[in-house]
Antibody
Framework: QITLKESGPTLVKPTQTLTLTCTFS??????????VGWIRQPPGKALEWLAV???????RYRPSLKSRLTITKDTSKNQVVLTMTNMDPVDTATYYC???????????????????WGQGILVTVSS | DIQMTQSPSSLSASVGDRVTITCRAS??????LAWYQQKPGKVPKLLIY???TLQSGVPSRFSGSGSGTDFTLTISGLQPEDVATYYC?????????FGGGTKVEIK
């Protein structure tokens, strides 16, 4: 059974850096095809994909936020960490991490949807 | 980047009605399309992937269709527990964009 859980500060000040940790079990980020992503949802608004990291340390980011985001993994701790710099009140949202599986065929990777999600963590940006 | 547009943004239907939600990609994405259900105050739940494959445990009244740029989520016989916001998402390649959501209510 795969589970994921987000942790981190629930209140940050404008201009500060947010660091969120996704701790998971039941999956291995060393297994071919596995990925863990981050998605956020501002209050009352739609889901926004932010970033994803894969078993081979490949990383992808939301283009509009690429300069502010960093995603890393610690396979020994079963954790994925997302950092977002220069936080602003518009970044107030519930942040989710989620599991993505996929497979490699030849030189190409084919991924699937986010099938297992964490419970989410509400982060408020306010002075 | 490919944009995902859902319509309508909200709808109200009666219990037992057939409900259809559409999702359009600005470029072709083959069948790399997922649908999620998010009930009020809850975590999004994967309903359908590969445009038409039901995730395990999802009721058969949910179905998906389409390929390329046009996709549809259908609820055949709306139930009170289906009140939720539904999102489509492309996952062929990054960015893994979500649609704007469709809020489904009971009339």
């Amino acid at each position: 059974q795969i589970t994921l859980k987000e942790s981190g500060p629930t209140l940050v000040k404008p201009t500060q850096t947010l660091t969120l940790t996704c701790t998971f079990s039941g999956l291995s980020l060393t297994s071919s095809g596995v990925g863990v992503g981050w998605i956020r949802q501002p209050p009352g608004k739609a889901l926004e994909w932010l970033a994803v990291i894969y078993w081979d340390d490949d990383k992808r980011y939301r283009p509009s936020l690429k300069s502010r985001l960093t995603i890393t993994k610690d396979t020994s701790k079963n954790q994925v960490v997302l950092t977002m710099t220069n936080m602003d009140p518009v970044d107030t949202a519930t942040y989710y991490c989620a599991h993505r599986r996929g497979y490699v065929s030849g030189a190409s990777y084919s991924g699937y949807a986010f099938d297992i999600w964490g419970q989410g963590i509400l982060v408020t940006v306010s002075s | 980047d490919i944009q995902m547009t859902q319509s309508p943004s909200s709808l109200s239907a009666s219990v037992g009605d057939r409900v259809t939600i559409t999702c359009r990609a600005s470029q072709g994405i083959s069948i790399s399309l997922a649908w999620y259900q998010q009930k009020p105050g809850k975590v999004p739940k994967l309903l359908i992937y590969a445009a038409s494959t039901l995730q395990s445990g999802v009721p058969s009244r949910f179905s998906g269709s389409g390929s390329g740029t046009d996709f549809t989520l259908t609820i055949s016989g709306l139930q009170p527990e289906d009140v939720a916001t539904y999102y489509c998402q492309k996952y062929d390649s990054a960015p893994l964009t979500f649609g704007g959501g469709t809020k489904v209510e009971i009339k």
